[in-house]
């Protein structure tokens, strides 16, 4: 699939676009290899291949030469007579009635979401967007310039499970003259008078549109995702690992199962079929399976350039964790009043009572249905069937939870198995203080409680006693701290590039005054999690 197709490949797409047939690449490379050509030609001249992807060979159609009288296009093939305009009312007498018995206005099943007007050409739009799309970037990484310092600064030992360096903060810049210290010894009334709070919302830098975004380095193996009106925002340094580390909780000692394969509908037979169960077997390959979502689909709605079949459960919760991709919450409008939402992990989701970082659905079931239902993190039902509703049979939605509640937290060597508390043997004097900061001064543990370091509740800060222009976010899920070293970003929307940001944060949101040495010793204990 090719990332740089015009325009018009909406409607039409050029022969020599389109592959002829995949094995005409292994042929002539086959053949050159008793040269050394081939090795040279694939250094110079053409990119790695992505490995093969089973979802976007099924929407790929070969083009054969036009031989045969009924493959030409005939005038009629090619007049405009299938325009919806040209079509002759099936009676003379709605001339005299109101909009002479047209639609003038805007057409649901017609016209793309977003249209300015009725009838408005989608290839005039993605030509339009596309433009846009540089302007866009460019506000969104000026933005994130003005808050953050987005130099990766790492951790010389702390590792993610499978080997990426942390990076450490805090990022957040502070006005002139303040300090970490000075700020958080401010009431929220002068911070909020000053206009001086670090951590403002993090939006989507695409508001009007929304909709799922998926980090570059994920879409240079599966460009399928690529959206040609927005791109990701943050650095890949402060983004979890890809491949990440896949765990399961009934074969806990094959420790990460993924190998290091992004798991897909082409590898996971091969990887798992001596390991789940049938039935689990099954929910891997449906969750593994792409159906319609708002910007992936096959309609004139998508914000892809070609049309898609969409998008699998797993393209976000990959190998069953995440690599930070975002869109926007389903469960609150207008368009404007929603919250960018990253995505999180589904590690220890057997043991979660309330899913969704508002609307608590009360299994996973209820919520694997109704995401399937509504076209993926929408919450409208109206889109979903425009764009190609999927109705599961709760059958397969069982399936799907039975590998979901197979899905582990990374192992923690230096955590009591019973209590999930630190085993005084094994860890570090900074890491045991840092666990009484947790439990005590921090006030951590009232909302993240062992062993697993959720409360299953709501909570809600009242960010806008800090927030000049913001009105705050309302009660939002307590998230499982467990393996939280491998989930960066953090917060709901990602504004917490690090962990000492997400201190930081904390630190003047419940007024904690921790001095710098407690901060470093919070962090620390948070990293054995």
């Given amino acids: 699939m090719s990332k740089n197709r015009p325009a018009s490949s909406w409607t039409t797409v050029a022969l020599a676009e389109r592959p002829i047939c995949r094995g005409v690449f292994a042929l002539v490379a086959t053949s050159l290899v008793g040269c050394g050509i081939a090795s040279v030609w694939a250094q110079t001249s053409c990119p790695t291949p992505p490995p093969p992807d089973a979802i976007a060979r099924a929407q790929e159609a070969c083009q054969v030469a036009v031989q045969r009288p009924e493959q030409r296009k005939t005038a009629h093939d090619l007049s405009d007579i299938f325009n919806a305009r040209n079509a002759e009312p099936s009676s003379p007498v709605f001339l005299s009635q109101p909009k002479q ?3 003038s206005g805007f057409d649901f099943y017609r016209d793309p979401l977003n249209s300015d007007k009725p009838n408005e050409d989608p290839t005039a739009i993605m030509k339009r967007e596309i433009a846009n799309k540089p302007n866009v970037m460019r506000a969104q990484q000026k933005l994130l310039e003005q808050r953050y310092d987005l130099t990766p600064r790492f951790d010389p030992v702390a590792r993610m499970s499978r080997g990426k360096p942390l990076c450490v903060g805090p990022t957040a810049r502070l006005q002139s003259g ?20 670090p951590y403002p919302s993090l939006p989507h830098p695409l508001q009007a549109n929304g909709g799922q975004v998926f980090p570059k380095m994920q879409i240079a193996m599966f460009p399928r995702l690529e959206r040609f009106d927005v791109d990701f925002d943050l650095p ?24 290091g394969e992004v798991v897909s509908i082409n590898n996971y037979y091969r990887l798992f079929k001596d390991i789940l169960t049938p039935v689990q077997l099954d929910g891997l390959r449906l969750l593994l399976t792409s159906f319609p979502q708002e910007e992936f689909n096959p309609t004139d709605d998508r914000k892809s350039r070609e049309p898609s079949l969409g998008v699998t459960c797993l393209d976000c919760h990959i190998n069953g964790h995440t690599t930070g991709q975002f869109h926007l919450n389903p469960d609150m409008r207008p368009q404007e009043r929603r919250l960018r939402l990253d995505t999180v992990s589904l590690r220890g989701v057997f043991n979660q009572q309330i899913h969704g970082s508002k609307r608590s659905l009360r299994s996973v079931e209820d919520f694997t ?20 509703m999927n109705i599961l049979d709760r059958i397969q939605v069982s399936h799907m939870a039975q590998l979901q509640n197979m899905l582990d937290f990374p192992p923690t060597p230096k955590l009591d198995p019973a209590t999930g508390r630190l085993d005084r043997t094994k860890a570090t004097p900074s890491e045991l203080r840092g666990e009484q900061i947790f439990f005590g001064k921090g006030q951590c543990g009232s909302c993240h409680t062992a062993p697993f370091y959720l409360d299953n509740q709501q909570h809600d800060l009242h960010l806008e006693r800090f927030l000049k222009d913001e009105p705050g976010d309302g009660p939002i899920k307590t998230f499982t701290l467990r393996g939280i070293k491998d989930s960066p970003p953090y917060l709901h929307d990602g504004r917490c590039l690090t962990l000492e940001d997400t201190v930081e944060f904390f630190n003047i949101v419940l007024g904690l005054n921790l001095s710098r040495d407690e901060k470093s010793d919070l962090t620390a204990f948070m990293r054995q999690l």
């Fill in 369 to 388: 249905e109704f995401e399937q239902r509504t076209a993926y993190f929408n919450g409208d039902a109206i889109h979903a069937m425009k764009k190609g």
């Fill in 178 to 197: 303040l300090t970490w210290e000075k700020l958080a010894a401010m009431p929220p009334l002068e911070i909020k008078r000053q206009g001086v709070f």
């Fill in 236 to 259: 890949e340094a402060f983004l979890p690992e890809f491949p990440p580390a896949m765990f399961l909780s009934n074969r806990p000692e094959l420790g990460d199962v993924s190998r």
């Fill in 101 to 103: 018995g047209r639609v």
